[in-house]
């Protein structure tokens, strides 16, 4: 299990309602920036019925930490904001 890390902005919006809006931050540096990194492929395997290879077309997506490099998968990312959200539900935001 990874470390949880994030960023919180407290936002003032126009009626003095107010957001909070977290990041996703990277758990080496804790940047909160990266770059998309597309990966493309063609799987090839066989079948009971044919000798015939079929194949399929396969677009991974990664995420670069643009200070350190470190690499996140959609899945992971995903995971930590379901994350965010958790511990965010039900609380409200309290003005100063």
Known sequence: MC???CLSD????????E????YFLCENCANKDFKLVYNFSLRFHGVNFSDDL???K????IY???KCDKVYTRKQI???LSE?????KGKRVVSQ
């Open 78 to 80: 995903e995971e930590r």
């Open 84 to 88: 965010l959200k958790r511990r965010r």
């Open 58 to 61: 396969l677009i991974e997506e």
């Open 10 to 17: 407290i936002i003032q919006e126009e009626g003095n309602m």
């Open 54 to 56: 079929i194949y399929d």
């Open 64 to 66: 670069h930490c643009t």
């Open 3 to 5: 470390r949880f890390v």
């Open 19 to 22: 957001e909070i809006q977290d």
